[in-house]
């Protein structure tokens, strides 16, 4: 990993762990979530990929709560290993660093709050822009850093 995407992941992290209220006693999850979660995204093809991928994965109704302006569904790590697949699961965990399970239980936790500052307003194609497909873009990082920083 090249000291820029170190930076960004520092940096997107912080905003992250801002907007979700995070302590430094749950940094480090945080911290491992992001990258999960940015892994995620970059393997997807960016934001839309990832809600299609949900959304197939039968993760339909919870993405829909993620996005909208009510409460977000809960979901357990088995049903975002249900909805990813194993091997992708495996493949972004291992980009990580940490164990599969470990990885999707992250993922159930902070992946709701994430999509749900990424859609403020409701709207799926707030969204739109958060593609990591080509690598590191400082354009889509501030972006990103903007919709968590509001």
């Known amino acids: 990993m090249g000291l820029l995407d170190s930076l960004v992941k520092q940096a997107v992290g912080s905003a992250v762990s801002n907007a979700l209220g995070g302590g430094r006693g749950n940094a480090g999850n945080q911290g ?8 995620l995204m ?6 839309s990929g990832l809600f299609s ?11 829909a709560s993620w996005i909208g302006k009510g409460q977000n ?8 290993t249900e909805a990813l697949g194993g ?12 164990k599969q ?3 999707s239980d992250l993922l159930a936790q902070y992946l709701p709050n994430v999509i749900n500052n990424m859609t403020p307003n409701g709207n799926a194609q707030e969204a739109d822009g958060f593609d990591l497909s ?8 501030t972006a990103l850093i903007g919709k968590f920083m509001k």
């Open 42 to 47: 970059k393997q997807s093809g960016g934001a």
């Open 101 to 103: 399970d470990m990885a």
């Open 73 to 80: 569904q809960a979901v357990s790590g088995s049903a975002i």
């Open 134 to 141: 080509d690598g590191i873009d400082m354009k889509d990082v």
């Open 32 to 39: 491992l979530a992001m990258a999960l979660i940015g892994a």
């Open 53 to 63: 991928q949900l959304q197939d994965g039968g993760l339909g109704n919870a993405l």
């Open 87 to 98: 091997d992708l699961l495996s493949k972004i965990a291992g980009q990580v660093g940490v």
